[in-house]
């Protein structure tokens, strides 16, 4: 079964930049999708940003310009950029690997302990 470790979050002023890593094992990392979530308090998870096995990228519209997906399929790692950080941006974040049925994609791994980010202003 996949597990993923999520790292890289921390404290940091409005405008700055964090970049979140995320460690994959137990599958075959480069034949999936992979995406990072986010939840803040009192809200429900959101998807920020995916990425398919070719490398297309899919922002949500709220962080488009400012974050930025990537993998590496030899480290079984993906990674979120995530420059011009707003307080809005604070939350726990998650990674997941992705499945898809037709055209949809699906949450396909458990979730892991995620990592927290806090924007300040």
């Known amino acids: 079964q996949v597990q993923l470790v999520e790292s890289g979050g921390g404290v940091v002023q409005a405008g700055g930049s964090l970049r979140l890593s995320c460690a994959a094992s137990?599958?075959?990392?480069?034949?999936?999708?992979m995406a990072w979530y986010r939840q803040a308090p009192g809200n429900q998870r959101e998807l920020v940003a995916r990425?398919?096995?070719?490398?297309?990228?899919y922002y949500a519209d709220s962080v488009k310009g400012r974050f930025t997906i990537s993998r590496d399929n030899a480290e079984n790692t993906v990674y979120l950029q995530m420059n011009s950080l707003k307080p809005e941006d604070t939350a726990v974040y998650y990674c997941?690997?992705?499945?898809?049925?037709?055209?949809?994609?699906?949450?396909?791994?458990?979730w892991g302990q995620g990592t927290q980010v806090t924007v300040s202003s």
């Open positions: 997941a690997r992705l499945g898809k049925s037709r055209s949809t994609y699906y949450v396909d791994s458990p």
């Open positions: 137990g599958s075959i990392f480069s034949i999936n999708a």
């Open positions: 990425i398919g096995s070719s490398g297309a990228t």
